[in-house]
């Protein structure tokens, strides 16, 4: 049974990397689609919050739910009727999140990152360098930062996977003769 767990951690790994080297290939392709997708999701959650707005129980609550779903639905209907401003605008969070991050772990790292200063420290002006660099770059940068993002993501998501499955097998296989013989 363990040994069928790994085998299909080993095609679901193999499925996201070559997923992975697609968006890698099409990169401004797969944005848009996760811009796109974006939309979609918000436009769902306009709707959502506007079925939560009958049942609110007070006028505060169905105003406010109302109100995000105003909210919800002109942003997914933004996205939808322009995918390439959608993708500028998560452009503009990934670089948002870099320089979030890098300043998080740049600052744990001078404050006492505990036997991992040098790795935290080292994260953090990498996520502050990719900041800069998508940044330097925008807009011609939201044409493929999100989708070669996500691709590579996708292929280290998938080779990790991989490399699991072969040790979970590996494990279930040598595990095998010992039941046998018991």
Request: glycine share 14%.
């Amino acid at each position: 049974m363990r040994e069928q767990w790994a085998r299909g951690g080993i095609v679901g790994g193999i499925l996201l990397a070559l997923l992975g080297l697609l968006a890698l290939l099409a990169p401004f392709v797969t944005g848009l689609a996760l811009s796109v997708l974006l939309g979609g999701v918000l436009v769902v959650g306009a709707l959502v919050h506007v079925a939560a707005a009958f049942s609110a129980g007070t006028v505060r609550g169905v105003v406010w739910q109302a109100v995000l779903g105003v909210v919800y639905g002109f942003a997914g209907i933004s996205v939808l009727t322009n995918p390439v401003l959608g993708l500028a605008t998560l452009t503009l969070l990934v670089i948002t999140f870099f320089v979030a991050e890098g300043i998080v772990e740049l600052v744990w790292a001078v404050s006492g990152g505990a036997g991992s200063r040098l790795w935290l420290g080292l994260s953090g002006a990498i996520s502050l360098a990719l900041a800069a660099l998508l940044w330097a770059g925008f807009p011609a940068s939201a044409l493929w930062a999100v989708g070669v993002l996500f691709g590579v993501d996708l292929l280290v998501t998938g080779f990790s996977m991989i490399m699991h499955g072969r040790k979970q097998r590996a494990v279930a296989r040598a595990e095998a003769p010992a039941e046998a013989g018991a």
